[in-house]
Every structure is written in structure tokens, then in C-alpha cells.
């Protein structure tokens, strides 16, 4: 599943997206969205353009930001990484561990419906962990591509996808 099947701009854009380990309670969400759309995106520039993002929380684990373009400054990409660390210091929640890969066990074999993701049970586990016990190919396994650059890429990849992409044999 491609981001931009969420998102209301259908193009290839720029996308960050942050992991929250903690599910996400409602308070923070709604502070999240206020502190993004009312403080920092009204300001939020590239070269002088105005940056008009979208925001989406997904499964209470996720805070994807959409530059909606393709091509953005590195102060303006510093400006929002600095942006959400204090939010994530306002939150006391870590919103930049990488080293988790989170995933989740579907109940269907093949051909995933992923229109009720939001129920589905995240899992997280260190990379090594998860690389040790997910070795062999299983079908039912599906990762949250967190190193996503582009909503044209697969936000959401079966374990045999993400293990040709980022494996090392």
C-alpha cells in the first residue's frame, strides 16, 4: 500500500514520517494537530514558498507529514525535525527511534485488506530481534515502512518486499 492512498494529494511529495513506541493517546493527538497546524505550519517555508502539508496520525503510532511537493530545503526539513522534537519533549514521548520495526500479524493469507488497519495490533521489535525471528518468509507479516521519503513508496510492505528492499543476505 502506497502513502498517498491516505493522503489527499495523489502526487509523489516529500513525506516524514515519526514512530511513537506508546500508543498515542487522544489528548496528545489533539496537541500534536493543534501544535502543527495552528504554531507550525502557517510558518513552515522552502526558499521563500509556502509549504502547505498535510498531517495524518495513523493507528495511534504515526505522525506522517506530506510536504505536498517533491522537492523541499534542508533548513525547512531541519526546522520540522527540530519542531517535533520539542513537541515530542513537550509529550515526553520518543518520537525518533528507528531502530523498532513495527509491524502487524494479519489474519488473512494473501491479498491484504488494509481498510481497517487501524484495528490491526502493532508490534515493535529491535531490528536484530525482529531479522532473528522473521527470517523465513511469512505471509501474514506486514511492516510499516518508517524510512519512507516519497507517498509514492510502500508505506506498508509484506515482510518478503521489505526484506528484498532493505535485507542484507
Not at 494529494?9 to 516524514?16: L, T
Not at 527511534?97 to 487501524?118: E, G, L, P
Not at 505471509?139 to 515482510?159: R, V
Request: glycine residues 2%.
Amino acid at each position: 500500500m502506497q502513502l498517498k492512498e491516505l493522503l489527499l494529494s495523489k502526487d509523489d511529495n516529500k513525506v516524514f514520517v515519526f514512530q511513537s513506541l506508546s500508543q498515542l493517546h487522544s489528548e496528545q493527538i489533539s496537541y500534536i494537530h493543534n501544535k502543527l497546524h495552528n504554531d507550525f505550519f502557517t510558518n513552515w517555508h522552502s526558499h521563500e514558498s509556502k509549504i502547505n502539508p498535510e498531517l495524518i496520525i495513523e493507528n495511534n503510532h504515526f505522525i506522517i507529514i506530506s510536504s505536498n511537493t517533491s522537492h523541499i530545503s534542508g533548513c525547512a526539513i531541519d526546522a520540522l525535525t527540530h519542531y517535533i522534537k520539542q513537541i515530542s519533549l513537550d509529550l515526553k514521548v520518543n518520537l525518533f527511534n528507528r531502530i523498532k520495526i513495527s509491524f502487524f500479524i494479519s489474519k488473512y493469507k494473501a491479498n491484504h485488506n488494509f481498510n481497517n488497519i487501524n484495528n490491526a495490533d502493532i508490534i515493535f521489535l529491535d531490528y536484530k530481534d525482529f531479522v532473528d525471528k522473521y527470517r523465513t518468509i511469512n505471509k501474514n507479516i506486514f511492516i510499516f515502512n518508517t524510512a519512507i521519503n516519497s507517498s509514492g513508496d510502500l508505506w506498508i510492505m509484506s515482510l518478503e518486499n521489505w526484506k528484498t528492499k532493505y535485507l542484507k543476505n
